[in-house]
C-alpha cells in the first residue's frame, strides 16, 4: 500500500518498533475464536482461514456496518450452508449502533463532508435493492434483499441469543482462551464488554480490522479508489462502541488498521485461486472483485490472528477513538506514546508490516482445500 512506509515512520516515533512475531504460540493449545463481522456473499475467506489453522469457531456474529446486520447474517448462514459448514452457529448482532443512526450519520456528513464509502448508512435507494444491492439506511432494518444472495438464500437459521450474549458466555467458558475476532463494527463487542465487567480482561486477544492512522492527506490528494478505501467505516459508523472496546481491558488489542490496505485483490490471484474449483473458490473468483479490486482487509486481521508471525512490523502505542459529534475526526483514531497519554486510555499492537506471500498462501490454501463440518470433529 502506498501508505504504508510513511505511516510506519510516524508510528515508530510513536512507540517501540517491534519487526518479530507479536507472541509466541503454544501449538498444542486449543484455540478458540469468535468472529464479528459485517459478512458478504465472498465474506468467508477469514473462517476458513481459522478453520484452516486449526481454529474452533464458536460463533459467527453479524454487525452493522457495510449494510444491516440481519442481511449480514444471512449472508454468513449462506455462505456456510455452501461448504457444508452448518455446525458452526450463527447469531445476530445489535441491528443499531450504540448512539449513531442513519440520520445521524448523514446530519455530520452535512456538516463535515461525504464519506465515500458510508456502509449501512448511505441514503435508502429502493432502485439499488431492487438491482440486488445490500439494503442501506431505509424504513425497515430487518429486511432482507434478495436478489443479493448470489451465493443463495440460506435454508438453515440462526441461533438464539445475542452476538454480546455469546461472547460473555463463551469467555467465561474458555477463559484467556477465545481470541475476538472484529472486521466489522465494535458495537457487539462494546455491549459484551458492558453486559460484563471481566468480559475484556476473560478472553484472549481482540482482533481488529480498522482504525487508520494519517490517511486524510491521502483521501483529499488520491483518487476516488484510495478516498474509499481509507474511510473508516467500522469505527465511524458507532464511535462510541469503537471507544468503548478500545479501551477495555482486553490482554491484547491488535489492530489492522493502514495494513489491511498493504495487499489488493488482482485478477492473477482470483485465477491462481480458481486453479481449484469448489463452491468457494468460485464465489471468491467470480464475486471477490465484482465492483472494484480492493485490499483484503479482513483477510489481514484474520492472517494476523491465527499466525501472528506475519507481522514484520509493529508498534505498541496507546490508542484512543474521538467520540465529539462536532469532530471531523468523529470516529477515527488518535494515538498517543505513553509520556503523552491521556487518562483511561490503553496500549494496543499496531500492526504496520505483514508477510504479504504468506498471507496469500494462507488464503489460497484455505479456499482450495475449504474445512467443512465433517473434517472439525467437534
Not at 503454544?26 to 456473499?41: F, G, Q, V
Not at 444491516?68 to 445476530?92: D, F, R, S
Not at 474509499?228 to 469503537?242: G, K, V
Request: negative net charge; contains cysteine.
Amino acid at each position: 500500500m502506498q501508505l504504508v512506509q510513511a505511516t510506519s515512520v510516524f508510528l515508530a516515533a510513536a512507540g517501540s518498533v517491534i519487526a518479530s512475531p507479536l507472541h509466541s504460540r503454544n501449538t498444542t493449545e486449543k484455540r478458540y475464536a469468535i468472529l464479528d463481522n459485517d459478512w458478504s456473499p465472498t465474506g468467508f475467506v477469514p473462517y476458513l482461514m481459522a478453520l484452516d489453522a486449526g481454529v474452533e469457531v464458536l460463533g459467527i456474529a453479524s454487525s452493522t456496518a457495510n449494510t444491516w446486520q440481519k442481511q449480514c447474517a444471512y449472508h454468513a448462514l449462506a455462505t456456510l450452508e455452501v461448504g457444508n459448514l452448518g455446525c458452526i452457529p450463527v447469531y445476530y448482532g445489535s441491528t443499531y449502533p450504540i448512539i449513531n443512526t442513519p440520520e445521524l450519520f448523514q446530519a455530520w456528513e452535512a456538516v463535515h463532508g461525504v464519506l465515500p464509502w458510508q456502509g449501512a448508512f448511505k441514503p435508502y435507494n429502493s432502485t439499488a435493492e431492487a438491482l440486488g444491492f445490500d439494503p442501506t439506511s431505509g424504513p425497515d432494518p430487518n429486511r432482507i434483499t434478495e436478489g443479493a444472495f448470489v451465493e443463495g438464500l440460506p435454508n438453515i437459521t440462526a441461533a438464539s441469543g445475542s452476538a454480546a450474549a455469546l461472547m460473555v458466555e463463551q469467555v467465561r467458558k474458555y477463559p484467556r482462551q477465545v481470541s475476538i475476532y472484529a472486521a466489522g463494527a465494535l458495537t457487539n463487542v462494546a455491549l459484551a464488554v458492558k453486559l460484563d465487567d471481566e468480559f475484556a480482561s476473560l478472553a484472549k486477544e481482540l482482533v481488529i480490522m480498522g482504525g487508520y492512522v494519517d490517511v486524510n492527506m491521502l483521501q483529499a490528494t488520491g483518487d476516488f479508489l484510495q478516498a474509499d478505501i481509507n474511510s473508516d467505516i467500522n469505527l465511524m459508523i458507532d464511535p462510541e462502541a469503537s471507544k468503548i472496546a478500545l479501551t477495555a481491558p482486553f490482554p491484547d488489542i491488535v489492530i489492522a488498521g493502514n495494513v489491511a490496505n498493504q495487499v489488493m485483490a488482482t485478477q492473477e490471484f482470483l485465477d491462481e485461486v480458481y486453479e481449484v474449483k469448489n463452491p468457494y473458490s468460485e464465489l471468491f473468483h467470480t464475486y471477490y472483485a465484482a465492483e472494484a479490486f480492493f485490499p483484503y482487509w479482513d483477510e489481514t486481521a484474520m492472517a494476523l490472528l491465527v499466525d501472528p508471525s506475519l507481522n514484520l512490523n509493529s508498534s505498541t502505542l496507546y490508542l484512543d477513538v474521538d467520540t465529539a459529534y462536532g469532530s471531523p475526526s468523529y470516529g477515527n483514531i488518535h494515538v498517543y506514546q505513553k509520556s503523552l497519554v491521556p487518562p483511561n486510555v490503553r496500549n494496543v499492537t499496531y500492526v504496520h508490516e505483514i508477510d504479504t506471500e504468506r498471507l496469500k498462501a494462507m488464503m489460497k490454501r484455505s479456499l482450495q482445500y475449504p474445512k467443512s463440518c465433517g473434517d472439525l470433529g467437534w
